[in-house]
């Protein structure tokens, strides 16, 4: 069956820092990765996806992704935290290959960011 | 709309009563998702639309739970005889077809 792992529930960073937020999935297809960010009492937002194309990932607001096959993994990083980066993160899977497309998401990681 | 709608935003109900979540989506988008998120957890697949057909509903946790798009447009989820177990957020998503979801702000809802 496939699943996300989000490795760390909250994590704390300062500002200017690196933010890293882990992600791995388990899939016996290539999946399509995606990172959603949640602000409060907001809907969830897409920051970036991953669809076979390169391997590297930018998406908005300076995030991007790595896809790695070999080690499962679809890790998101930023250089420099900014207060306003604080929100919970989300990864995501998806199995395109027929009508199906629902996401399967990670339990989410609470990114913290002192001044 | 701009993006996609949900009502109500928030709903507090008791424990037996029936509850319609409505979820309004991007114009044009071809495909409708519903998910349920619990608190802590990321949210959980419920069931999806293409068009007016429900493709898949193998997320429903149990026959109290429905939902419908009739005309392929607005959806809505239906959950009867509600219990507090079915507190949470409910989420719901569009995309253009097989591609990016977008989703709504949620209903959250609180059975007493």
């Known amino acids: 069956a496939q699943s996300v792992t989000q490795l760390g529930s909250h994590v704390s960073v300062s500002e200017g820092a690196l933010v890293l937020l882990r992600c791995n999935y388990s899939s016996s297809v290539p999946p399509y990765l995606f990172w959603y960010v949640q602000y409060p009492n907001q809907g969830l937002q897409l920051l970036l996806k991953y669809t076979s194309a390169a391997t590297l990932v930018k998406g908005i607001n300076g995030f991007e992704a790595e896809f790695k096959k070999s080690e499962t993994s679809f890790h998101l990083t930023k250089p420099s935290a900014h207060m306003s980066d604080a929100a919970e993160y989300f990864c995501?899977?998806?199995?395109?290959?027929?009508?199906?497309?629902?996401?399967?998401f990670g339990k989410g990681t609470k990114l913290s960011v002192k001044p | 709309g701009a993006g996609v709608s949900q009502s109500p935003r928030y709903k507090v109900t008791k424990r037996g009563q029936d509850v319609a979540l409505r979820c309004d989506p991007i114009s044009g988008h071809v495909s409708l998702y519903w998910y349920r998120q619990a608190l802590g957890q990321g949210p959980e697949f419920l069931t999806y639309?293409?068009?007016?057909?429900?493709?898949?509903k193998s997320g429903l946790p149990n026959d109290r739970f429905s939902a419908e798009r009739p005309e392929g447009s607005i959806s809505t989820l239906t959950i009867q005889r509600t219990e507090q177990r079915d507190s949470a957020m409910y989420r719901c998503?569009?995309?253009?077809?097989?591609?990016?979801?977008?989703f709504g702000p949620g209903t959250r809802l609180l059975v007493l």
């Open positions: 639309f293409n068009y007016e057909a429900q493709q898949d």
């Open positions: 998503a569009s995309s253009p077809g097989m591609g990016t979801q977008y």
């Open positions: 995501a899977v998806s199995f395109y290959g027929g009508s199906q497309g629902n996401l399967i």
